[in-house]
C-alpha cells in the first residue's frame, strides 16, 4: 500500500513539553501553523489544539 502524506494535521494533548515538542517536530518537517491554537480545562489538565498544513508547491 502506497504511504501517503498528509497534508493537514489537527494536534491534541495535554498542555506539557511533549505537546511542544510534537508541534516542534512538525514545524520543522515543513508544516505551518494554521489559525490560533484552542484551550479547554477538561477537569484535571488544559488540553490544547493546534491545526497544521503542508502547503504543495505554489504556482506562479
Excluded at 498528509?6 to 495535554?14: A, F, Q, S, V
Excluded at 520543522?28 to 494554521?34: A, D, Q, V
Excluded at 489559525?35 to 489538565?45: D, I, L, Q, V
Amino acid at each position: 500500500m502506497p504511504q501517503t502524506k498528509e497534508t493537514y494535521k489537527l494536534i491534541t494533548g495535554k498542555d506539557d513539553g511533549d505537546f511542544c515538542a510534537r508541534v516542534t517536530k512538525l514545524l520543522e518537517e515543513g508544516y505551518e501553523l494554521y489559525g490560533s491554537p484552542a484551550m479547554s480545562f477538561n477537569g484535571e489538565h488544559i488540553v490544547v489544539a493546534q491545526a497544521l498544513i503542508k502547503a504543495g508547491p505554489q504556482l506562479l
